[in-house]
Protein backbone atom coordinates (compact mmCIF):
# COMPACT_ATOMS: atom_id res chain seq x y z
CA UNK A 1 0.00 0.00 0.00
CA UNK A 2 1.39 3.56 -1.27
CA UNK A 3 2.00 6.53 1.81
CA UNK A 4 -0.74 8.73 2.05
CA UNK A 5 -0.05 12.50 2.46
CA UNK A 6 -2.14 15.25 3.55
CA UNK A 7 -0.87 18.89 2.66
CA UNK A 8 -1.71 21.55 4.78
CA UNK A 9 -2.28 25.06 3.66
CA UNK A 10 -4.22 28.07 2.75
CA UNK A 11 -1.90 28.79 -0.75
CA UNK A 12 -4.37 26.86 -3.08
CA UNK A 13 -1.32 27.29 -5.93
CA UNK A 14 1.01 25.46 -3.87
CA UNK A 15 -1.13 22.90 -2.30
CA UNK A 16 -2.93 22.22 -5.75
CA UNK A 17 0.99 22.10 -7.29
CA UNK A 18 2.19 19.68 -4.59
CA UNK A 19 -0.83 17.55 -4.77
CA UNK A 20 0.04 16.91 -8.59
CA UNK A 21 3.51 16.10 -7.69
CA UNK A 22 2.99 13.77 -5.26
CA UNK A 23 0.24 11.77 -6.88
CA UNK A 24 2.69 11.22 -9.91
CA UNK A 25 4.97 9.94 -7.61
CA UNK A 26 2.66 7.23 -6.61
CA UNK A 27 1.28 8.38 -2.56
CA UNK A 28 -1.81 8.83 -1.61
CA UNK A 29 -2.55 12.66 -1.36
CA UNK A 30 -5.11 14.33 0.74
CA UNK A 31 -5.69 17.95 1.37
CA UNK A 32 -6.75 20.79 3.83
CA UNK A 33 -6.66 24.58 3.84
CA UNK A 34 -6.64 25.29 7.66
CA UNK A 35 -5.92 23.45 11.11
CA UNK A 36 -9.05 22.42 11.76
CA UNK A 37 -10.18 20.38 8.21
CA UNK A 38 -6.59 18.83 8.83
CA UNK A 39 -7.22 17.49 12.14
CA UNK A 40 -10.79 16.28 10.83
CA UNK A 41 -9.24 13.93 8.52
CA UNK A 42 -6.66 13.02 10.64
CA UNK A 43 -9.00 11.54 13.00
CA UNK A 44 -10.52 10.20 10.14
CA UNK A 45 -8.04 8.33 8.56
CA UNK A 46 -4.70 7.29 8.98
CA UNK A 47 -1.91 8.94 7.29
CA UNK A 48 2.22 9.05 7.21
CA UNK A 49 3.41 12.34 6.72
CA UNK A 50 1.76 15.70 6.99
CA UNK A 51 2.92 18.56 5.03
CA UNK A 52 1.96 21.72 7.14
CA UNK A 53 2.38 25.75 6.46
CA UNK A 54 3.36 27.43 9.40
CA UNK A 55 1.07 30.76 8.98
CA UNK A 56 -2.79 29.99 7.95
CA UNK A 57 -5.78 31.77 9.16
CA UNK A 58 -7.01 30.68 12.44
CA UNK A 59 -4.67 27.99 14.29
CA UNK A 60 -1.49 28.21 12.74
CA UNK A 61 0.57 25.29 11.66
CA UNK A 62 2.91 25.57 15.00
CA UNK A 63 -0.06 25.41 17.62
CA UNK A 64 -1.25 22.86 15.30
CA UNK A 65 1.83 20.80 15.35
CA UNK A 66 1.31 19.04 18.74
CA UNK A 67 -2.45 18.39 17.98
CA UNK A 68 -1.32 16.45 15.27
CA UNK A 69 1.25 14.04 17.45
CA UNK A 70 -1.31 13.50 19.67
CA UNK A 71 -4.06 12.53 17.16
CA UNK A 72 -1.83 9.86 15.69
CA UNK A 73 1.55 9.23 17.26
CA UNK A 74 4.32 8.30 15.13
CA UNK A 75 2.83 10.30 12.20
CA UNK A 76 5.97 12.18 10.39
CA UNK A 77 4.87 16.09 9.84
CA UNK A 78 7.45 17.95 8.02
CA UNK A 79 6.73 21.93 8.51
CA UNK A 80 6.46 24.65 5.50
CA UNK A 81 6.96 28.48 5.70
CA UNK A 82 8.04 31.45 3.86
CA UNK A 83 9.07 33.43 6.44
CA UNK A 84 11.94 30.86 7.34
CA UNK A 85 14.47 31.72 10.29
CA UNK A 86 16.61 29.28 12.21
CA UNK A 87 15.04 30.05 14.93
CA UNK A 88 11.70 29.30 13.41
CA UNK A 89 13.12 26.01 12.25
CA UNK A 90 14.49 25.16 15.55
CA UNK A 91 11.36 25.77 16.89
CA UNK A 92 9.32 23.54 14.98
CA UNK A 93 11.42 20.67 15.19
CA UNK A 94 11.24 21.24 19.55
CA UNK A 95 7.17 20.81 18.74
CA UNK A 96 8.00 17.80 16.89
CA UNK A 97 8.67 18.21 13.15
CA UNK A 98 10.58 16.32 11.54
CA UNK A 99 11.65 18.35 8.81
CA UNK A 100 11.39 22.24 7.78
CA UNK A 101 11.19 23.45 4.18
CA UNK A 102 11.38 26.69 3.38
CA UNK A 103 9.64 28.35 0.82
CA UNK A 104 9.84 28.61 -2.15
CA UNK A 105 10.97 25.29 -2.79
CA UNK A 106 11.42 22.96 -5.79
CA UNK A 107 9.28 19.99 -5.55
CA UNK A 108 12.46 17.86 -5.77
CA UNK A 109 12.91 19.23 -2.43
CA UNK A 110 9.33 18.00 -0.78
CA UNK A 111 10.06 14.56 -2.66
CA UNK A 112 13.25 14.18 -1.00
CA UNK A 113 12.25 15.56 2.53
CA UNK A 114 9.43 12.30 2.67
CA UNK A 115 11.51 9.99 1.47
CA UNK A 116 14.14 10.45 3.95
CA UNK A 117 11.26 10.70 6.67
CA UNK A 118 10.18 7.18 5.01
CA UNK A 119 13.52 5.37 4.76
CA UNK A 120 14.20 6.07 8.51
CA UNK A 121 10.89 5.15 9.15
CA UNK A 122 11.48 1.87 7.57
CA UNK A 123 14.51 1.34 9.26
CA UNK A 124 13.06 1.93 12.22
CA UNK A 125 10.16 -1.15 11.67
CA UNK A 126 12.70 -3.69 10.49
CA UNK A 127 14.95 -2.60 13.52
CA UNK A 128 12.10 -3.15 15.52
CA UNK A 129 11.73 -6.61 13.63
CA UNK A 130 15.25 -7.49 14.03
CA UNK A 131 15.23 -6.83 17.84
CA UNK A 132 12.26 -9.11 18.35
CA UNK A 133 13.73 -11.93 15.97
CA UNK A 134 17.73 -11.72 18.14
CA UNK A 135 15.70 -10.86 21.67
CA UNK A 136 13.68 -13.78 21.06
CA UNK A 137 17.06 -16.01 20.20
CA UNK A 138 19.34 -14.38 22.34
CA UNK A 139 17.12 -14.55 25.33
CA UNK A 140 19.19 -11.23 26.38
CA UNK A 141 20.27 -8.05 25.14
CA UNK A 142 19.03 -7.68 21.47
CA UNK A 143 22.28 -6.95 19.18
CA UNK A 144 20.70 -4.22 16.88
CA UNK A 145 22.06 -4.52 13.18
CA UNK A 146 20.91 -3.47 9.65
CA UNK A 147 24.43 -2.96 8.07
CA UNK A 148 25.59 -6.24 5.84
CA UNK A 149 28.26 -5.86 7.82
CA UNK A 150 27.30 -6.99 11.17
CA UNK A 151 24.32 -9.27 9.50
CA UNK A 152 26.85 -11.00 8.03
CA UNK A 153 28.33 -11.33 11.60
CA UNK A 154 25.14 -12.30 13.06
CA UNK A 155 24.66 -14.85 10.33
CA UNK A 156 27.86 -16.37 11.71
CA UNK A 157 27.60 -16.31 14.97
CA UNK A 158 24.67 -18.19 14.71
CA UNK A 159 26.45 -20.99 13.06
CA UNK A 160 28.97 -21.37 15.32
CA UNK A 161 26.16 -20.76 18.74
CA UNK A 162 25.75 -24.73 18.57
CA UNK A 163 29.27 -26.12 18.30
CA UNK A 164 31.69 -26.10 21.27
CA UNK A 165 34.40 -24.94 19.05
CA UNK A 166 36.80 -21.88 20.80
CA UNK A 167 35.30 -18.36 19.11
CA UNK A 168 38.19 -15.64 18.82
CA UNK A 169 36.58 -12.07 18.14
CA UNK A 170 38.63 -9.52 16.99
CA UNK A 171 37.62 -6.17 16.47
CA UNK A 172 38.74 -2.76 18.09
CA UNK A 173 37.65 -2.13 21.81
CA UNK A 174 34.01 -0.38 22.04
CA UNK A 175 32.49 -2.59 19.17
CA UNK A 176 30.58 -4.76 21.41
CA UNK A 177 32.59 -8.42 21.31
CA UNK A 178 31.09 -9.17 25.26
CA UNK A 179 27.30 -8.46 24.02
CA UNK A 180 28.21 -11.11 20.45
CA UNK A 181 30.06 -13.79 22.85
CA UNK A 182 26.92 -13.28 25.36
CA UNK A 183 24.74 -13.61 22.64
CA UNK A 184 26.86 -17.13 21.47
CA UNK A 185 26.23 -18.78 24.60
CA UNK A 186 22.67 -17.47 24.98
CA UNK A 187 22.13 -19.47 21.31
CA UNK A 188 24.29 -22.85 22.15
CA UNK A 189 23.18 -25.70 23.85
CA UNK A 190 24.87 -24.47 27.57
CA UNK A 191 22.43 -21.17 27.57
CA UNK A 192 20.99 -22.85 31.19
CA UNK A 193 24.80 -22.73 32.72
CA UNK A 194 27.14 -20.16 33.70
CA UNK A 195 28.32 -17.37 31.51
CA UNK A 196 31.64 -16.38 32.96
CA UNK A 197 33.60 -13.31 31.97
CA UNK A 198 36.86 -11.98 32.67
CA UNK A 199 39.14 -9.44 31.55
CA UNK A 200 42.77 -10.57 31.12
CA UNK A 201 44.54 -7.11 31.22
CA UNK A 202 42.35 -6.04 34.44
CA UNK A 203 43.69 -8.57 36.86
CA UNK A 204 47.25 -8.14 38.33
CA UNK A 205 49.66 -10.98 36.58
CA UNK A 206 50.67 -12.35 39.89
CA UNK A 207 46.53 -13.02 40.90
CA UNK A 208 45.17 -14.02 37.13
CA UNK A 209 46.49 -17.53 37.34
CA UNK A 210 44.88 -18.26 41.26
CA UNK A 211 41.80 -16.16 39.11
CA UNK A 212 41.58 -18.57 36.06
CA UNK A 213 42.46 -22.21 37.87
CA UNK A 214 41.58 -21.30 41.59
CA UNK A 215 44.21 -22.50 44.07
CA UNK A 216 44.29 -24.37 47.50
CA UNK A 217 44.49 -23.52 51.10
CA UNK A 218 47.91 -22.47 52.18
CA UNK A 219 48.95 -22.11 48.86
CA UNK A 220 50.44 -18.72 48.94
CA UNK A 221 50.30 -15.95 51.39
CA UNK A 222 46.62 -14.75 52.13
CA UNK A 223 45.19 -17.95 50.86
CA UNK A 224 43.22 -19.04 53.99
CA UNK A 225 40.83 -21.19 51.99
CA UNK A 226 40.80 -22.98 49.10
CA UNK A 227 39.15 -21.38 45.86
CA UNK A 228 37.47 -22.35 42.89
CA UNK A 229 38.80 -20.59 39.80
CA UNK A 230 37.06 -19.13 36.90
CA UNK A 231 37.22 -22.03 34.83
CA UNK A 232 35.31 -24.12 37.37
CA UNK A 233 32.96 -21.33 38.13
CA UNK A 234 32.00 -21.51 34.24
CA UNK A 235 32.30 -25.86 34.26
CA UNK A 236 29.16 -27.18 32.26
CA UNK A 237 28.61 -23.25 30.30
CA UNK A 238 31.07 -20.96 28.66
CA UNK A 239 34.15 -18.98 29.80
CA UNK A 240 34.55 -15.32 27.73
CA UNK A 241 37.77 -14.13 27.82
CA UNK A 242 38.49 -10.87 27.16
CA UNK A 243 41.39 -8.86 25.78
CA UNK A 244 43.65 -12.27 25.74
CA UNK A 245 46.56 -10.59 24.07
CA UNK A 246 46.98 -9.31 27.20
CA UNK A 247 47.52 -12.48 28.66
CA UNK A 248 51.49 -13.03 30.30
CA UNK A 249 53.15 -15.96 28.55
CA UNK A 250 53.46 -17.74 31.37
CA UNK A 251 49.62 -17.99 31.48
CA UNK A 252 49.75 -18.38 27.83
CA UNK A 253 51.42 -22.10 28.13
CA UNK A 254 48.79 -22.83 31.09
CA UNK A 255 46.01 -21.86 29.11
CA UNK A 256 47.06 -23.83 26.25
CA UNK A 257 47.03 -26.90 28.58
CA UNK A 258 43.60 -26.33 29.57
CA UNK A 259 42.31 -26.47 26.42
CA UNK A 260 43.93 -29.50 24.73
CA UNK A 261 43.63 -31.58 28.18
CA UNK A 262 39.94 -29.80 29.63
CA UNK A 263 41.36 -29.77 32.90
CA UNK A 264 43.01 -27.28 35.66
CA UNK A 265 45.64 -27.79 37.40
CA UNK A 266 44.74 -24.88 40.79
CA UNK A 267 47.53 -23.44 42.57
CA UNK A 268 49.06 -25.65 45.14
CA UNK A 269 47.11 -28.76 44.19
CA UNK A 270 48.79 -31.82 42.72
CA UNK A 271 46.33 -33.13 40.84
CA UNK A 272 44.55 -32.02 37.84
CA UNK A 273 40.74 -31.46 37.65
CA UNK A 274 37.94 -31.98 34.76
CA UNK A 275 36.72 -28.65 33.52
CA UNK A 276 33.88 -28.79 30.66
CA UNK A 277 33.53 -25.26 29.40
CA UNK A 278 33.53 -23.78 25.93
CA UNK A 279 35.99 -21.20 25.70
CA UNK A 280 35.20 -17.72 23.94
CA UNK A 281 38.12 -15.13 23.57
CA UNK A 282 38.34 -11.36 22.06
CA UNK A 283 40.85 -9.39 21.47
CA UNK A 284 41.47 -5.38 20.50
CA UNK A 285 45.33 -6.52 19.03
CA UNK A 286 46.44 -7.89 16.10
CA UNK A 287 47.31 -11.61 17.44
CA UNK A 288 49.23 -12.32 14.39
CA UNK A 289 51.19 -9.31 15.21
CA UNK A 290 51.44 -10.02 18.38
CA UNK A 291 52.61 -13.80 17.38
CA UNK A 292 55.44 -12.29 14.99
CA UNK A 293 57.07 -9.96 17.34
CA UNK A 294 57.07 -12.92 20.42
CA UNK A 295 54.67 -11.90 22.55
CA UNK A 296 51.93 -14.30 21.94
CA UNK A 297 51.89 -18.09 21.20
CA UNK A 298 51.26 -19.03 17.81
CA UNK A 299 49.93 -22.84 19.16
CA UNK A 300 47.59 -20.56 21.67
CA UNK A 301 46.46 -18.25 18.33
CA UNK A 302 45.78 -21.26 16.51
CA UNK A 303 44.16 -22.86 18.97
CA UNK A 304 41.85 -19.82 19.94
CA UNK A 305 41.40 -18.96 16.04
CA UNK A 306 38.70 -22.11 14.94
CA UNK A 307 36.01 -19.76 14.53
CA UNK A 308 37.01 -16.30 13.57
CA UNK A 309 34.48 -13.35 13.89
CA UNK A 310 35.87 -9.84 13.19
CA UNK A 311 33.32 -7.17 14.45
CA UNK A 312 33.97 -4.02 12.08
CA UNK A 313 34.13 -0.70 14.15
CA UNK A 314 30.94 1.44 14.05
CA UNK A 315 32.41 3.73 11.20
CA UNK A 316 32.39 1.00 8.74
CA UNK A 317 28.09 0.26 9.44
CA UNK A 318 26.99 3.77 9.44
CA UNK A 319 23.71 2.62 8.68
CA UNK A 320 23.34 0.78 11.98
CA UNK A 321 23.84 3.97 13.86
CA UNK A 322 19.89 5.31 13.49
CA UNK A 323 18.87 2.30 14.79
CA UNK A 324 21.83 1.97 17.42
CA UNK A 325 20.94 5.60 18.60
CA UNK A 326 16.78 4.67 18.95
CA UNK A 327 17.80 1.66 20.84
CA UNK A 328 19.72 3.05 23.60
CA UNK A 329 17.06 6.14 23.59
CA UNK A 330 14.98 3.83 24.63
CA UNK A 331 17.05 2.47 27.39
CA UNK A 332 17.85 6.07 28.62
CA UNK A 333 14.05 7.04 28.45
CA UNK A 334 13.26 3.80 31.14
CA UNK A 335 16.74 4.16 33.31
CA UNK A 336 16.99 8.07 33.73
CA UNK A 337 13.09 8.86 33.85
CA UNK A 338 13.30 11.24 31.03
CA UNK A 339 10.58 11.98 28.34
CA UNK A 340 12.76 12.11 25.37
CA UNK A 341 10.73 11.93 22.45
CA UNK A 342 13.49 11.52 19.71
CA UNK A 343 16.64 13.41 18.22
CA UNK A 344 16.54 16.00 15.84
CA UNK A 345 17.64 15.17 12.09
CA UNK A 346 20.86 17.79 12.46
CA UNK A 347 21.60 15.41 15.30
CA UNK A 348 21.04 11.94 13.67
CA UNK A 349 23.33 13.51 10.90
CA UNK A 350 26.28 14.46 12.99
CA UNK A 351 26.62 10.97 14.58
CA UNK A 352 25.70 9.31 11.29
CA UNK A 353 29.14 11.47 9.78
CA UNK A 354 30.84 11.23 13.22
CA UNK A 355 33.82 9.09 13.19
CA UNK A 356 33.35 6.75 16.36
CA UNK A 357 36.70 6.10 17.67
CA UNK A 358 35.69 4.95 20.51
CA UNK A 359 32.64 2.81 18.64
CA UNK A 360 29.08 1.54 20.06
CA UNK A 361 30.51 2.28 23.84
CA UNK A 362 31.09 6.03 22.88
CA UNK A 363 27.89 6.26 21.28
CA UNK A 364 25.79 4.94 24.05
CA UNK A 365 28.34 7.97 26.49
CA UNK A 366 27.64 10.43 23.86
CA UNK A 367 23.60 9.46 24.27
CA UNK A 368 23.61 9.22 28.05
CA UNK A 369 25.14 12.47 28.31
CA UNK A 370 22.81 14.25 25.89
CA UNK A 371 19.72 12.84 27.84
CA UNK A 372 20.89 13.75 31.35
CA UNK A 373 21.69 17.67 29.60
CA UNK A 374 18.60 18.01 27.01
CA UNK A 375 16.05 20.43 28.48
CA UNK A 376 12.86 19.52 26.10
CA UNK A 377 11.78 16.18 25.03
CA UNK A 378 14.19 16.63 21.85
CA UNK A 379 17.82 16.65 21.70
CA UNK A 380 19.61 18.88 19.45
CA UNK A 381 22.96 19.76 18.57
CA UNK A 382 23.17 21.69 21.71
CA UNK A 383 23.33 18.45 23.74
CA UNK A 384 25.77 17.16 22.41
CA UNK A 385 29.43 17.15 23.31
CA UNK A 386 32.08 19.18 21.23
CA UNK A 387 34.31 16.50 20.27
CA UNK A 388 31.22 15.37 18.16
CA UNK A 389 29.94 18.58 17.23
CA UNK A 390 33.26 20.44 16.34
CA UNK A 391 34.34 18.64 12.85
CA UNK A 392 31.09 20.74 11.51
CA UNK A 393 32.09 23.98 13.14
CA UNK A 394 34.40 26.66 12.15
CA UNK A 395 35.08 29.87 13.54
CA UNK A 396 35.85 33.48 12.27
CA UNK A 397 39.56 33.80 10.86
CA UNK A 398 41.93 33.30 13.62
CA UNK A 399 43.97 35.77 14.71
CA UNK A 400 48.19 36.27 13.27
CA UNK A 401 50.09 33.60 15.04
CA UNK A 402 46.65 31.69 16.51
CA UNK A 403 46.97 28.34 15.37
CA UNK A 404 44.32 27.14 16.45
CA UNK A 405 42.35 24.13 14.33
CA UNK A 406 38.83 24.33 15.19
CA UNK A 407 38.80 28.42 14.59
CA UNK A 408 40.18 27.67 11.25
CA UNK A 409 37.86 24.90 10.51
CA UNK A 410 34.93 27.58 11.49
CA UNK A 411 36.64 30.27 9.42
CA UNK A 412 36.70 27.77 6.57
CA UNK A 413 33.00 27.23 6.83
CA UNK A 414 31.63 30.46 7.08
CA UNK A 415 33.18 31.56 4.21
CA UNK A 416 32.40 28.52 2.54
CA UNK A 417 28.95 29.64 3.63
CA UNK A 418 28.88 33.17 2.07
CA UNK A 419 30.20 31.86 -1.07
CA UNK A 420 27.64 29.44 -1.60
CA UNK A 421 24.42 32.29 -0.82
CA UNK A 422 26.45 34.94 -3.38
CA UNK A 423 26.25 32.00 -5.80
CA UNK A 424 22.54 31.21 -5.25
CA UNK A 425 22.01 35.14 -5.40
CA UNK A 426 20.80 35.12 -1.64
CA UNK A 427 18.46 31.69 -2.58
CA UNK A 428 18.85 29.59 1.19
CA UNK A 429 17.40 26.93 -0.66
CA UNK A 430 19.69 26.70 -3.50
CA UNK A 431 23.19 27.44 -1.35
CA UNK A 432 21.93 24.42 0.87
CA UNK A 433 22.09 22.35 -2.09
CA UNK A 434 25.37 23.67 -3.35
CA UNK A 435 26.78 22.97 0.31
CA UNK A 436 25.07 19.65 0.27
CA UNK A 437 23.89 20.20 3.61
CA UNK A 438 19.94 20.11 4.83
CA UNK A 439 18.46 23.47 4.54
CA UNK A 440 17.65 23.38 8.30
CA UNK A 441 21.32 22.77 8.97
CA UNK A 442 22.34 26.07 6.45
CA UNK A 443 19.43 28.05 8.71
CA UNK A 444 21.05 26.98 12.07
CA UNK A 445 24.86 27.59 10.74
CA UNK A 446 23.44 31.06 9.41
CA UNK A 447 22.82 31.72 12.93
CA UNK A 448 25.69 30.35 14.50
CA UNK A 449 27.70 32.27 12.45
CA UNK A 450 25.91 35.16 12.74
CA UNK A 451 25.93 35.39 8.94
CA UNK A 452 22.11 37.14 8.88
CA UNK A 453 23.40 40.26 10.40
CA UNK A 454 26.33 40.81 7.01
CA UNK A 455 23.09 39.84 4.96
CA UNK A 456 21.67 42.59 6.44
CA UNK A 457 24.18 45.28 5.91
CA UNK A 458 24.66 44.01 2.14
CA UNK A 459 21.07 44.75 1.68
Known sequence: MSERIL???????LRESLELVLAAEGYEVAAARDARSALALVESQPFDVVLCDVRM?????????PQLARRAPGITILMMSAFGSADLAIEAMQRGAYDYLAKPFPPSEALLAIRKAHERERLRRANA??????????????????????IEVLEVLERAAEFKATVLLTGESGTGKEVLARAIHAQSGRRGE???????????????????????KGAFTGADRARRGLFQEASGGTLFLDEIGELPLAL?????????EEEVHPVGESKP???DVRVLAATARDLEAEVAAGRFREDLFYRLNVVRIEVPPLRERRQDIPLLADHFLAQLRATLGKPIRELSSDVLDRLVAYAWPGNVRELENVLERAVILCASDRITLRDLPGNVTEPEKRREAPRPGDLSLR???????????????????????????????????????????????EERERS
Open 194 to 216: PFVAVNCGAIPENLLESELFGHA
Open 407 to 453: QARRAFEADLIRKALAAAGGNRTRAARLLEISHRALLYKIKEYRLRD
Open 252 to 260: QVKLLRVLQ
Open 129 to 150: LLQREVARAVGERPIVAASPAM
Open 7 to 13: IVDDDDA
Open 273 to 275: RAV
Open 57 to 65: PGMDGMALL
